[in-house]
């Protein structure tokens, strides 16, 4: 059965790799990806801090709920979770999948999301090293793991975990 999974970036500092494999894992094993943030248009992707290439924002964050899509993926990058919590219908989107059971999975700074909409308190989970204070004054527990998975939510530390980020997402898809 192919299932919709929502991927949620701001405008700029996607790291790139953070979208493009999640993405071509899911749409490879036939499920349906679309790009959701804040504002129309085409976002830009990084590789580190350099600029990549774009990709189409297919819906924004004000347009789509949680009855529209099966799973949602949150890719790093320093700069895109820092702007997408400074929006609500991002943060308000956030919120909604980690209360609906469905599926979230984030990668790398893309946990400083989940602290934002309130979603870390008694979860054990994963990030990018420097955001392991942040995550636990949120009231997680962090951990230094490829992969972590808590009920609903994955998480990952880093680029060179992509690999395994991409089997449990499609694992949680069924």
């Known amino acids: 059965m192919t299932k919709r999974v929502a991927f949620l970036t701001a405008g700029e500092g996607i790291e790139s790799a953070e979208l493009t494999e999640p993405w071509a894992a899911v749409t490879g094993a036939g499920h349906t990806a679309e790009l959701v943030s804040p504002e129309r ?4 992707l990084f590789e580190h801090l350099d600029k990549a290439g774009t990709q189409q924002v297919d819906r924004t964050a004000s347009e789509v709920g949680v009855d529209d899509y099966d799973a949602l993926v949150l890719p790093g990058g320093v700069a895109n979770p ?14 909604s999948f980690l209360e609906s059971g469905k599926t979230v ?6 946990p400083w999301l989940l602290v934002e909409a309130d979603g870390v308190r008694g979860r ?16 997680a527990e962090w951990v ?14 880093k680029p060179d975990d992509l690999p395994a ?10």
Not at 124 to 139: E, F, I, K, V
Request: aromatic share 4%.
């Open 165 to 174: 980020f991409g089997r449990a997402i499609l694992e949680a898809l069924g």
């Open 82 to 95: 820092d702007a997408l919590r400074m929006d609500q219908d991002s943060v308000a989107l956030v919120r």
């Open 105 to 110: 999975a984030a990668i790398c700074h893309a």
């Open 41 to 44: 248009g085409v976002v830009q």
């Open 144 to 157: 230094d793991e490829e992969v972590v998975l808590d009920g609903n939510l994955i998480t990952s530390r």
């Open 124 to 139: 054990r989970l994963t990030s990018w090293p420097s955001l392991q204070t942040d995550l636990r004054n949120a009231g």
